[in-house]
């Protein structure tokens, strides 16, 4: 769907790494399982975050076991056992997934709608897999269609705003990671939903800016800053309500007891560097300038 939520991998120690591939590669397998093998195709590593962070509020121990698959046919690699933590960020991706691909229909105009258009049946017979028997989770499905309904209204309303959308989106990511969790553990697990998904939405917004200016598409930034200068100016500042929203992120990672010391390390590994230099990554991009600049403008930020 995104993919801007990632580690840095040089930093990682190699039971960690180990660790969070096995996990990506167990979130595939479930895929497969849950919500058919072409739906494997979707997979992200925001998702792959989202089950390591869902394993670590429901306290879901976990195994891992050697495995082949058709990418990696020739060795065995490291797979988590198939758990219901897994499944549940299986059918959540498929459900966000035609979700967002409804919303693109409705919204995106050219190419983008016709590519849309043309995976929804695949999507809606993903979602269909993902909802059966899932009682719960059909909640759920209206939530994310009703946060994305309001993203849409803001967007077709065209507001300079880039909050309320990110709001929405955040509530959106609220309700997912939060997914059949009572008292504190929910507060724990809606703060966080909500200040990566308000995270992802700026960080997308942020790396669609030049194409968006160019088409004429809604995008809050292109709208607050139709001057490239004026973006490039305010690139300080976009860095640093960033950063307030994966410090909002870690308040509430802080109130957990982690069962595992390396699932713990590759979380915070993401969440303090991998996530980090993605907002690097596309503030270059977008403002036109080296990854080193915009290194050197937010190095009292990112300290």
């Given amino acids: 769907m995104f993919g801007y939520v990632r580690t840095h ?29 072409c ?13 390591l962070v869902r394993l670590a509020l ?48 409705h919204d995106e105009r050219g ?11 695949w999507l809606s017979h ?22 994305l309904a309001r993203l849409g209204e803001i967007e077709r309303d065209r507001l300079p705003s880039a909050d309320k ?6 509530d959106l990511l609220a309700e997912i990671v939060s997914f059949g969790l009572t008292d504190g553990r929910r507060r724990i697990a809606e ?17 669609d800016y030049t194409e968006d200016v160019k088409r004429g598409r809604y995008n809050p930034f292109a709208l607050m800053y139709p001057d490239k200068k004026d973006f490039m100016e305010a690139s300080e500042g976009l860095a640093a309500a960033l950063k307030n929203e994966l410090m909002g992120a870690e308040r ?11 699932h713990k390390n590759v979380i915070y590994n993401i969440l303090y560097l991998g996530m980090p230099q993605t907002v690097e990554r596309v503030l270059a991009s977008a403002s036109g300038r080296g990854e080193e600049s915009v290194r050197k403008e937010s190095d009292t930020i990112y300290e």
Wanted: contains cysteine.
């Fill in 252 to 262: 509430a990672l802080d109130l957990l007891d982690f069962e595992s010391e390396t």
């Fill in 39 to 51: 739906s494997r195709m979707t997979l992200n590593y925001d998702f792959a975050f989202l089950a």
């Fill in 111 to 121: 190419t983008k709608r016709l590519v849309a258009r043309a995976v929804r049946p």
């Fill in 126 to 147: 993903m979602r269909r897999r993902a909802l059966r028997g899932q009682t719960e989770l059909i909640e759920t499905d209206g939530a994310v269609a009703a946060s």
């Fill in 58 to 105: 429901t306290e879901t121990p976990f195994s891992f076991e050697q495995k082949r698959c058709l990418a990696h046919p020739l060795k065995r690699r490291s797979v988590m056992v198939y758990n219901g933590e897994l499944a549940l960020c299986a059918r959540a991706s498929a459900v966000l997934a035609y979700h967002k691909t409804l919303d693109d229909v």
């Fill in 9 to 37: 991998t040089p930093e990682l120690r190699v039971r960690e790494y180990e660790a969070y591939r096995a996990t990506y590669c167990g979130l595939c397998r479930a895929m497969g399982k849950c919500t058919g093998q």
């Fill in 165 to 170: 959308p990110a709001d929405a989106f955040g």
């Fill in 191 to 207: 703060q966080l939903g909500r200040h990566i998904g308000r995270w992802i939405y700026l960080v997308d917004a942020i790396d």
